[in-house]
């Protein structure tokens, strides 16, 4: 299978074949929180003939996913132009940081890329230059692999629209996955220009929309009282994720609590071993006690 091409701080790329086995039955998918987007393309493949709407607010991701889509030709050209023109990493963050708000939308979807690749833990315009992700991401088999990730896309909705729009809208049989900003990152610069898009979001507001939220749904989030409480209308599961992309304030790998928060949803699998996409790399979810 084709995983995001993208490198997304909280992403679920580590957790997809354990979401996998989540799934209900459904007509239409929809993801209002699209980030990297490594659920959405896992059940692209997997159903392939099923309808799809995923969305983010993030302008610069939203103008990638969209022109990887419509056009993956032209925005390859566009990322080898500057990867050519500027061959030293340095002068290429320099480049897009002075010139970026000047950008036409083909340009604003290659500098996304860019960014993807050559700053710390992939986090875009929050994050600072990275030789080292310079060097091994920012490489011809991760351009060229957007070839393959254009079709796996095909004919699917892609909106840069509020979440709200995604879960409000009527629509039969539709299962909405969603990976919210998490609660202890508003401290941190995950997502958006300076983390902005993680600082601001209404935690509350979001629990209340949910719970008058007529389609099965299922939420990731990170274990806190205030999350546990906001959502105690529905059902809680507790499990462990190992991040492999670090939080930009913290200096190692995290091994957290995570929530399953759902609808429909009331237990996980006993399984608790999960080998990912590459058989390289191996690690166990366990489910946690409830406090």
């Given at each position: 299978?084709?995983k995001?091409?993208?490198?997304?701080?909280?992403?679920?790329?580590?957790?997809?074949?354990?979401?996998?086995?989540?799934?209900?039955t459904?007509?239409?998918?929809?993801?209002?929180?699209?980030?990297?987007?490594?659920?959405?393309?896992?059940?692209?493949?997997?159903?392939?003939?099923?309808?799809?709407?995923?969305?983010?607010?993030?302008?610069?991701?939203?103008?990638?996913?969209?022109?990887?889509?419509?056009?993956?030709?032209?925005?390859?050209?566009?990322?080898y132009?500057?990867?050519?023109?500027?061959?030293?990493?340095?002068?290429?963050?320099?480049?897009?940081?002075?010139?970026?708000?000047?950008?036409?939308?083909?340009?604003?979807?290659?500098?996304?890329?860019?960014?993807?690749?050559?700053?710390?833990?992939?986090?875009?315009?929050?994050?600072?230059?990275?030789?080292?992700?310079?060097?091994?991401?920012?490489t011809?088999?991760?351009?060229?692999?957007?070839?393959?990730?254009?079709?796996?896309?095909?004919?699917?909705?892609?909106?840069?629209?509020?979440?709200?729009?995604?879960?409000?809208?009527?629509?039969?049989?539709?299962f909405?996955?969603?990976?919210?900003?998490?609660?202890?990152?508003?401290?941190?610069?995950?997502?958006?220009?300076?983390?902005?898009?993680?600082?601001?979001?209404?935690?509350?507001?979001?629990?209340e929309?949910?719970?008058?939220?007529?389609?099965?749904?299922?939420?990731?989030?990170?274990?806190?009282?205030?999350?546990?409480?906001?959502?105690?209308?529905?059902?809680?599961?507790?499990?462990?994720?190992?991040?492999?992309?670090?939080?930009?304030?913290?200096?190692?790998?995290?091994?957290?609590?995570?929530?399953?928060?759902?609808?429909?949803?009331?237990?996980?699998?006993e399984?608790?071993?999960?080998?990912?996409?590459?058989?390289?790399?191996?690690?166990r979810?366990?489910?946690?006690?409830?406090?």
């Amino acid at each position: 299978m084709i995983k995001s091409p993208l490198r997304y701080p909280g992403g679920k790329s580590r957790a997809v074949e354990l979401i996998s086995t989540l799934l209900p039955t459904f007509d239409e998918f929809r993801e209002p929180f699209l980030g990297g987007g490594s659920v959405f393309i896992y059940a692209k493949q997997r159903f392939p003939n099923k309808k799809f709407w995923v969305n983010d607010l993030y302008l610069e991701l939203f103008k990638f996913w969209e022109m990887t889509q419509k056009d993956v030709d032209t925005l390859i050209d566009k990322i080898y132009e500057w990867r050519n023109k500027f061959p030293n990493g340095k002068e290429l963050h320099k480049f897009l940081n002075k010139n970026l708000d000047g950008f036409n939308d083909l340009e604003r979807a290659a500098a996304f890329f860019i960014y993807n690749r050559i700053t710390f833990s992939g986090t875009s315009l929050s994050g600072g230059y990275s030789e080292g992700a310079f060097t091994g991401r920012f490489t011809e088999s991760s351009i060229q692999r957007l070839n393959q990730f254009a079709k796996v896309i095909n004919g699917s909705t892609i909106t840069n629209l509020d979440y709200e729009e995604l879960v409000k809208k009527d629509g039969e049989n539709v299962f909405i996955f969603l990976d919210p900003p998490y609660y202890s990152a508003t401290k941190s610069a995950l997502y958006g220009k300076n983390g902005n898009m993680h600082k601001s979001f209404n935690h509350k507001k979001f629990a209340e929309i949910m719970r008058n939220c007529k389609h099965k749904w299922l939420i990731t989030y990170d274990d806190s009282q205030y999350i546990r409480e906001l959502f105690s209308f529905a059902n809680i599961i507790p499990w462990d994720l190992t991040y492999g992309m670090r939080n930009i304030t913290e200096a190692s790998d995290q091994k957290g609590k995570e929530l399953f928060i759902s609808n429909y949803l009331k237990t996980l699998p006993e399984k608790q071993q999960f080998t990912l996409f590459e058989p390289k790399v191996n690690y166990r979810i366990k489910k946690v006690p409830t406090t």
